[in-house]
């Protein structure tokens, strides 16, 4: 007999002797597709990367970079973010 619950399996069974035993086992985690088909209506110039940091802003330009996602500017912060964004949509450039 299979039962299933939260996460794991158990098999249960009546020996010969009459005792009943059960085994756990531990069902793996149910994740989402790592693939997400493109969109054909989306258009974007690039990503802006926003962080306080240089290094890390640095980092993951590069990362993007190679992984040939486009990288359209860079923001010390939010505040600096919305103000590219805004003089952008402006404009009808990208950041």
Do not use: Y
Request: contains cysteine; glycine residues 8%; aromatic residues 2%.
């Amino acid at each position: 007999m299979m039962v299933s619950g939260l996460n794991s399996t158990a098999k249960v069974r009546l020996t010969e002797t009459g005792k009943l035993t059960t085994r756990l086992t531990p069902e793996p985690p149910s994740l989402p597709s790592a693939q997400v088909p493109p969109s054909t209506n989306v258009h974007t110039s690039g990503v802006l990367v926003v962080d306080d940091h240089d290094v890390t802003r640095s980092t993951i330009h590069s990362f993007l970079r190679l992984n040939s996602v486009p990288v359209c500017g860079e923001a010390e912060n939010g505040k600096q973010a919305v103000e590219r964004v805004q003089r952008a949509t402006a404009r009808g450039g990208s950041p």
